[in-house]
């Protein structure tokens, strides 16, 4: 820490700097979990550096994705719990990249605050720092950001990005997808971090009781099952890859199966799911009774306990279940992919 870097002025603006700087040593703990071969330089200079190895990888691509944590957020400050929140962003941004078939490589994250609690701002690189274990990626840098008069000073938001690397030849192609196919369904966390707009309206999150255990929670608290972290699925289906020729994959996030689905799908064709054999989680029951939401709004809103989708071949269906059931997910077909109408067909 620079003892000597102090502006008293910007002080008085709202800006303190000696913070940031308080926050960048406590940080630098949760990092260093994070470090894989790649990494050339520590946190604190202008720049990450990182240096991928390209073995076996004749014809490299790199493949980004950023994403934020949105107003799941609001939920954490209302908890005043904030460990967690850092993995939802990590997730956000790893699971869209291995869509492509990506090995994530490295994450920068991004925190704008009202003002600079070091502790906060440390239980927040802390989770993604877990994250970034999680994913099998290194935590480069970030950057956070005091601002005075525009967040309030108790509030933040949470944003970053990924980027990862895959061999051109291995670049999943969903124009591989055939008539017949099969989607399996790698079971959610929960919410993940989408939809907490409709989230927050329907329980009225500003005053309802967040602590109290729920029976229709099995015992949880609301509070708890809305700050679920986002399950990062990259370890799971960088081994599943290994194991049998995925033709395309889909993280299920904002538009729920209506929009995400058939981004794995080519044209002209769909995807049917009996709807009937869903094992919804608990909290979505709860989230639909109470807020009286059409079953059209939900499957196009939240990810109804399916937070990533995966299609093979049906020969290659069982070989598949296997080598995510020993990943411990447990996955499950979620329907057949058939031709005509485009997109999702609940039936």
């Not at 609001?74 to 990590?90: E, K, S």
Request: charged share 20%.
């Amino acid at each position: 820490m620079n003892k000597n870097s102090r502006s008293e002025s910007y002080a008085a603006a709202g800006v303190d700097i000696t913070a940031g700087y308080r926050a960048v040593e406590l940080m630098k703990k949760h990092i260093a979990r994070t470090t894989t071969p790649g990494v050339l330089d520590e946190v604190g200079g202008f720049g990450g550096l990182f240096q991928p190895d390209l073995t076996g990888m004749p014809d490299p691509v790199l493949v980004s994705g950023t994403d934020g944590v949105g107003t799941k957020l609001r939920i954490a400050t209302l908890l005043n719990r904030h460990t967690t929140v850092g993995i939802d962003c990590v997730a956000m941004c790893v699971n869209d990249i291995i869509c492509c078939g990506a090995k994530p490589l490295f994450f920068l994250d991004y925190i704008a605050c009202g003002k600079n609690v070091p502790e906060r701002i440390a239980d927040l690189v802390a989770g993604v720092a877990e994250g970034c274990v999680q994913a099998g990626a290194a935590l480069i840098g970030g950057e956070t950001a005091e601002m005075p008069g525009f967040y309030p000073e108790d509030e933040y938001d949470l944003a970053g990005f990924a980027v990862g690397l895959v061999d051109r030849s291995k670049i999943l192609d969903k124009t591989r997808v055939r008539e017949g196919d099969v989607v399996l369904a790698l079971p959610s966390s929960g919410l993940h971090s989408n939809g907490f707009s409709l989230v927050r309206k329907v329980f009225d999150v500003e005053n309802a009781d967040l602590f109290s255990p729920r029976p229709e929670l099995d015992g949880r608290s609301l509070g708890d099952a809305l700050l679920e972290p986002t399950r990062i699925y990259v370890k799971p289906f960088l081994k599943l890859l290994e194991c049998v020729p995925v033709k395309s994959a889909a993280h299920i996030t904002g538009g729920g199966f209506f929009e995400n689905i058939p981004r794995s799908l080519p044209h002209g064709l769909s995807l049917r799911v009996a709807a009937d054999t869903l094992e919804i989680p608990a909290l979505f029951r709860l989230l639909q009774q109470t807020g009286r939401i059409s079953d059209r709004d939900m499957f196009n809103t939240f990810n109804m306990g399916v937070g990533f989708c995966v299609t093979v071949s049906p020969e290659d269906a069982g070989a598949a279940l296997r080598s995510l059931q020993d990943s411990e997910v447990a996955a499950f077909p979620l329907g057949t992919v058939v031709s005509g109408q485009e997109g999702v067909i609940l039936c």
